[in-house]
C-alpha cells in the first residue's frame, strides 16, 4: 500500500545529501578521499587498509578499541602523522566517526549498505564498523554501524564489547553538531540543526507532558498512515525516515531505566520501546527499519508486527 509521504520520498529531507569524490591529492598522490558538503567532513575514501582509487589494494584490518585509540598502525590517528607530518591528505585531524557520522554514509537501496558510487565497495567488507560513540548504558561497550546486506533482524547499528576486533572508516573535520531542541509549547519540538518539526508525544499520547492516552502500538502501514493524517499545528506529517529518527537518539544518557532521548523535550517516551521507521530494509520488502529508544539500536522488523510511531514534519 502507497502513501503520501514514504520513504522514498523523503531521502533527501530536509537537507540534500551528497558527496564529492574520490578525489586524489594533489601532493600525496596515494591519498584519496570524500567530501560530503552537508555536514562538513571529510572522509578517507578506502576502509583502514585498504589502497588505492577503487579500493582494491590491500585488505581491511579489524582492531579493537583500544588499539583504535592508542595510534597503533591501522587506526584513525595514525593517518594524521603520515606523510612526514603532514597527515593522510594532508589532513592531521583525522579519528573514528560518531554512529551518527557513520550512519550518515549508509544508503540502505544499495549492496553493500554505502553511497558506493563515492566509496568504492569493490571488496568492501561490510560487517561491524567502529564509531567512537561510547555505550552509556552497557559499561565496556561501543556502537557500531554494519553496512552489510544480512537477514532480516540482524541490528544495523548495535553495541558491542571493545575487545572485539573490528574494521575503521576514518572521518576528518568538526563532529556533527548534537540536537538544539526548542519546545514550541503547541505539541512540537523543533530541532535546530536539522529543521526538523516532531511531535512531542508519541502516537496515542496527548497532553503538554504527554500523560494523556498511551502509545500507540501499532503495525507499520498503520503507523504511516497515522503520521499522514495527524492533524498537528497545520503541518503535513509523516512518518520519518531511519536517519530522521536516529537524530533524536541520545546515545549519551547512563540511566537503564530512562530512554535514549530527551526527556525534557520528549517526556513520557516509553521504555522499553522501538519505533518505526518509513525505511523499508531493501532485501527483504516486508520488513521496515526500527529504532529502540530503550537504548539506539536499529534493526529491521517484520512490518506487520507492532511497534510506536512518533511523527515528523519539517519545519
Known sequence: MWLP????????????RNFIGPTQHCKFTSDYTIFDPLHGLTWKTCAQGQTGSDCAGGVTVPMNWADANGGLPGSCSELNTLNSGEGYAGRTNWRLPTARELASIVHYTNNP????????????????????????KVAGNNWTVDFAVTPPMDARISSIPQATSIYLRCVSGNAMPAPSFVDQADGTVRDLNTGLLWSQCSEGQVGGTCLIGAPSNTDWNTARGNCNGKA?????????NVN????????NNPILILPAIDTTFFPNT??????????????????????????GIIASSDKSGGMYTRCVTTF
Open 270 to 295: 516509553p521504555n522499553p520501546s522501538a519505533y518505526w521507521t518509513s525505511t523499508t530494509y531493501d532485501s527483504n520488502k516486508s520488513f521496515a527499519l526500527a529504532i529502540a529508544f530503550t537504548n
Open 232 to 240: 498537528l499545528v497545520g503541518r503535513a506529517w509523516r512518518l520519518p
Open 244 to 251: 530522521e529518527l536516529l537524530s533524536i537518539i541520545d546515545y
Open 113 to 136: 549498505h554505502i553511497e558506493n558510487a563515492f566509496f568504492p565497495s569493490k571488496t568492501f567488507t561490510g560487517r561491524s564498523y567502529m564509531t567512537s560513540t561510547i555505550d552509556a
Open 5 to 16: 509521504g514514504a520513504d522514498g520520498d523523503f531521502n533527501n529531507v530536509p537537507n540534500a
